[in-house]
Nanobody
Framework: QAQLVESGGGLVQAGGSLRLSCAAS????????MGWFRQAPGKEREFVAA???????YYADSVKGRFTISRENANNTVYLQMNSLKSEDTAVYYC???????????????????WGQGTQVTVSS
């Protein structure tokens, strides 16, 4: 059974940092694109970052320069390093995995076949 489990969320002050982890099990996701999405209260889910199997990364404009996505195929894990956090980063963060088809699909949640349960990130001012 394929499963993605996020961890690392929590409460942090503005300007601080957090590192989210997404541990995959049930199958090897080294050939998959991995993405991070988030959903804030009252808002729709939005793309945050993605990394292809070949290592190329993509970021939403709102997080570029502050967040870094990476992956470690040896332990089937993807990370999201979040620095210089802002209050608007507050959201539930979800990890997702999907077969790569195009650069455009990386930014669309429906393109991903597997999803984690989410981890809450709260940034206080």
């Amino acid at each position: 059974q394929a499963q993605l489990v996020e961890s690392g969320g929590g409460l942090v002050q503005a300007g601080g940092s957090l590192r989210l982890s997404c541990a995959a099990s049930g199958r090897t996701f080294s050939s998959y694109a991995m993405g991070w999405f988030r959903q804030a209260p009252g808002k729709e889910r939005e793309f945050v970052a993605a990394i292809r199997s070949i290592g190329i990364t993509y970021y939403a404009d709102s997080v570029k320069g502050r967040f870094t996505i990476s992956r470690e195929n040896a332990n089937n894990t993807v990370y999201l390093q979040m620095n210089s956090l802002k209050s608007e980063d507050t959201a539930v963060y979800y990890c997702a995995a999907g077969a790569w088809r195009s650069e455009l699909m990386l930014r669309v949640g429906a393109s991903y076949a597997y999803w984690g349960q989410g981890t809450q990130v709260t940034v206080s001012s």
